[in-house]
């Protein structure tokens, strides 16, 4: 087994909730319950489930978006959750993150270029033409072109603006990305064209993703490992293979045979 | 066996450019106890087609040509594309009705959803008082919603409920035929199943016709009888399940179904190939 990049042990994270009667009770949800994942490098573990079932809360504890109540998250044998503004700064130029919806995760009133450029920008990596290089390249890697720096967000359908939230994720050069649900709200003729983008771009730059989906054909194709959640704990863990063929869990069996389609291509 | 609803030669077109063909020539039909799937990218003109067999078209869209043909239980043959809004408001909700895509907006907040079930049941059956209330119970109940619910607001119910409501309102009035746009889209895997099982047993169970929109193949594989492929704006390919997906005759619908990831992971994964369009030009 290759080494882990990104771990986190024990994670526990609860959220209060109002209830009863106009809101003055409160009752506690738990998101996380004990919940300890490893992402190896290089490789891609999908953390599925239904709405509902925690996956996101993990995905933003892990990277220190939210805070969490106890547990310990360990990227590259530092402890993430004991770095203080500044230095937790400088490490998330290596952990980013593509957004669900391409249609509200870019800033409608900044053009391309800046979107893109401006985690470099903030890391203040480079001379301002060294920056302009980087995020044209980029761009171009993702199958944009130069003059669509100077669009505004309004300008591309779907397909093209998922692939501005993955330029910009990958101009920092980070190591793990996180893509929470990246390709669920894209047409399926579009689906595949991202999948295989991101796959490229992994085995180019030496990424270790994090996919969250609850479509699991999806997962299918891009995970190297699967995480299944269910009501904010990890049911089931292991490799691709494994879980699709053998699962054990009742639950993982039930979301496996609610894939649409399935019933009839045997 | 005359079909439920003949749609023939449909064209819409925005009022201002009546050149841009939205739908161009679209034809086919929904047979009674069947279901109809069309399937299609964003923009392909399903879900226009759909809101004109309802008359619920914008106001910047026009009909340019074709006609609807309904059969009627009650008043025969009607072409719904020439009805007056008066004839349509006793068509809709009672013999034809529709399920919308975002259960999260398409139910009023403010109102309980017995209140909404039982909206369409006073409008087209004059129910009333005792009566109507054990027919939202029992509707809600066919749906799997304990009937109790009836005076919960709809923020108190989840995402695959308040589908399910949908639903109830749908079939309240047993309609001849249900649109369904769409429905399953915003709503989780395991949830999706029950819905599509749901639908498959009123449908059975009414003998409904059932026009279900929708772009995913995997499910079209579980409910459909009849498929059509729609591309900007046009049917590419029509006919039985069995026909369109096993044997796919044109290039759009062969690109459309490889670019479908599969659950066992042996197809490798393929971005849609539009260079037959280049043949076709």
């Known amino acids: ?266 | 066996m005359t079909p439920l609803l003949q749609i023939s030669n449909l064209t819409i077109t925005p009022k201002k450019q009546p050149t841009r063909l939205l739908v161009n020539g679209v034809s086919f039909n929904i047979e009674a106890g069947k279901t109809t799937c069309v399937v299609g990218e964003s923009g392909s003109g399903k879900s226009l087609t759909a809101l004109a067999v309802m008359g619920l078209l914008s106001k910047q869209l026009q009909l340019n040509s074709g006609s609807i043909l309904f059969s009627n239980a009650q008043a025969g043959v009607q072409d719904l594309s020439k009805l007056d809004i008066a004839s349509l408001q006793k068509i809709r909700g009672a013999k034809i009705a529709m399920i919308f895509q975002e259960p999260m907006t398409s139910l009023n907040p403010v109102l309980t959803v017995g209140y909404q079930i039982g909206e369409s049941l006073t409008a087209h059956l004059g129910l009333k008082g005792a009566a109507l209330k054990a027919k939202i119970a029992s509707l809600l109940e066919m749906v799997g919603i304990p009937a109790g619910r009836a005076d919960s607001y709809p923020d108190e119910l989840s995402g695959g409920q308040r589908q399910r409501v949908m639903i109830a309102m749908s079939i309240a009035c047993e309609p001849q035929i249900l649109i369904a746009d769409e429905p399953t889209t915003a709503l989780d895997v395991t949830v999706q199943a029950q819905i599509l099982q749901l639908l498959h047993a009123l449908k059975t169970r009414m003998n409904m016709g059932m026009l279900f929109i929708t772009h995913d193949f995997g499910v079209v594989a579980d409910i459909a009888d009849n498929v059509v492929v729609m591309f900007r704006g046009e049917i590419v390919e029509s006919g039985a399940k069995e026909a369109v997906l096993n044997n796919p005759q044109h290039p759009y619908t062969q690109a459309l179904l490889a670019c479908v990831p599969d659950a066992e992971g042996k197809k490798p994964l393929k971005p849609i190939d539009y260079s037959w369009l280049g043949h076709a030009a």
């Open chain 1, 1 to 266: 087994m290759s080494e882990l990049i990104l771990e986190a042990n024990h994670l526990v994270k609860t959220y209060t909730q109002r209830s009863g009667r106009f809101g003055f009770n409160t009752t506690l949800v738990k998101a996380l319950d004990d919940v300890s994942v490893g992402l190896s490098a290089g490789k891609t573990l999908a953390v599925v489930g239904e709405s509902g079932s925690g996956k996101s809360t993990l995905a933003r504890c892990l990277l220190q978006l939210h805070p969490f109540d106890s547990g310990e998250v360990i990227f590259q044998g530092q402890q993430l959750d004991q770095l203080n503004g500044q230095a937790l700064r400088q490490m998330r130029q290596y952990l980013q993150m593509v957004f669900q919806d391409p249609f509200a995760s870019l800033n409608p009133r900044m053009r391309v270029g800046e979107i893109v450029g401006e985690g470099l920008l903030i890391h203040g990596l480079g001379s301002s033409s060294e920056q302009q290089k980087k995020v044209v390249a980029m761009l171009k890697r993702v199958g944009l072109t130069e003059a669509d720096m100077q669009k505004y967000p309004h300008e591309f359908s779907g397909g093209q603006r998922q692939r501005v939230g993955i330029a910009r994720a990958l101009v920092l050069q980070p190591k793990v990305v996180v893509c929470d649900e990246p390709v669920s709200a894209l047409d399926v003729s579009i689906q595949a064209q991202i999948l295989l983008l991101l796959k490229e771009l992994q085995a180019e730059m030496a990424l270790s993703y994090l996919f969250i989906s609850h479509d699991l054909r999806v997962v299918r194709h891009i995970a190297d490992d699967v995480a299944v959640m269910f009501q904010g704990r990890i049911v089931e863990q292991g490799s691709v293979a494994d879980i699709y063929d053998n699962p054990r869990e009742e639950y993982t069996r039930k979301l496996l045979s609610a894939i649409p389609g399935k019933a009839t291509q045997h």
